[in-house]
């Protein structure tokens, strides 16, 4: 029988940010040094102090690990978002939160969580079998692959520009698969 110490989670900033107080769970937290960036923001750094303590505390007891995943995991990472088209969605931070979980759990026998309330990281995760959670929300129901396409000429784009050749509307992504008509 597995314990709460056979266990990993990464946490993405909005799980810190959710004011939980992680000092009191079992087992190793991981994150990646950015994460403190994006909570250290100078207009709520007063808001987030408490946070930022309690992330120096856990950080003391060693509880919370800073770890940077190798290159080989976060290409890995880019290239499936690739296919599902969430990269252009996902921030650099998102994307290292993932390779760091995939390179977790392909190197340990320990059962790996990534907390996070960022549906497309929940999708990409869902691609990589990853086990994701989210905390005080929702999480997504099922993976969903994207296209990507141009809501002016509604024309499907095989693209990594930011907007469309021909009209140069922004291009946006929709679920794949469902059926758009222009005429309604």
Known sequence: ??????RLLVFDTNIFL?????????????TIPEVIDEIRVERYEEKNRNILNRITYAREKKNLIF??????YINNVRKRAK????LRVLSDV????IALALELQSNTNKRVI?????????NLCSE??????????RGIKK?????????????VKNTDQEFCEKCGSKIKRRPKNLKYNSDK
Not at 67 to 72: H, I, V
């Open 1 to 6: 029988m597995k314990t709460e110490i056979d």
């Open 18 to 30: 959710t004011g939980i107080d992680f000092n009191v769970i079992n087992g190793n937290i991981f």
């Open 67 to 72: 770890k940077e995943p190798s290159e080989k």
């Open 83 to 86: 296919i599902t088209n969430d």
């Open 94 to 97: 998102d994307i290292k939160l």
């Open 114 to 122: 990534l907390y996070t309330n960022d549906y497309s990281m929940e």
């Open 128 to 137: 990589l079998n990853i086990t994701y959670s989210p905390l005080k929300r």
């Open 143 to 155: 993976k969903i692959l994207f296209e990507l396409y141009c809501p002016f000429c509604n024309e």
